[in-house]
Nanobody, 124 residues
Framework: QVQLVESGGGLVQAGGSLRLSCVAS????????MGWFRQAQGKEREFVAG????????YYTDSVKGRFTISRDNEKKTVYLEMENLKPEDTAVYYC?????????????????WGQGTQVTVSS
């Protein structure tokens, strides 16, 4: 069983920055691909960024490329999402997810474990 706990969300003005963290309680964190998803009110959950474990291949959704950076620290069992130049349309609950796979999937279905989410609100 994997437990994921996100933190770092909050209220920020447009153009600001936030850093989300997700700590995993699992012995073999380094064997998991990790993803960040978000769900805005009234919308479906969407992929934001993902990072694999073997080759550290990274994917981003187009709307966050150049603004968001995903990274992982296997010793700390933590995955991060550095968000810069935030826009009101980035407002959502952000979730991290874990998948026992080498490559991060860009859809939600393959992920077996999910955190409880952290709210990010960007004011204009």
């Amino acid at each position: 069983q994997v437990q994921l706990v996100e933190s770092g969300g909050g209220l920020v003005q447009a153009g600001g920055s936030l850093r989300l963290s997700c700590v995993a309680s699992v012995r073999t964190f380094s064997n998991y691909a990790m993803g960040w998803f978000r769900q805005a009110q009234g919308k479906e959950r969407e992929f934001v960024a993902g990072i694999g474990w073997r080759y550290l291949k990274i994917y981003y959704t187009d709307s966050v490329k150049g603004r968001f950076t995903i990274s992982r620290d296997n010793e700390k069992k933590t995955v991060y999402l550095e968000m810069e130049n935030l826009k009101p349309e980035d407002t959502a609950v952000y979730y991290c997810a874990a998948d026992l796979s080498t490559v991060a999937a860009r859809t939600a279905q393959p992920y077996d474990y999910w955190g409880q989410g952290t709210q990010v609100t960007v004011s204009s």
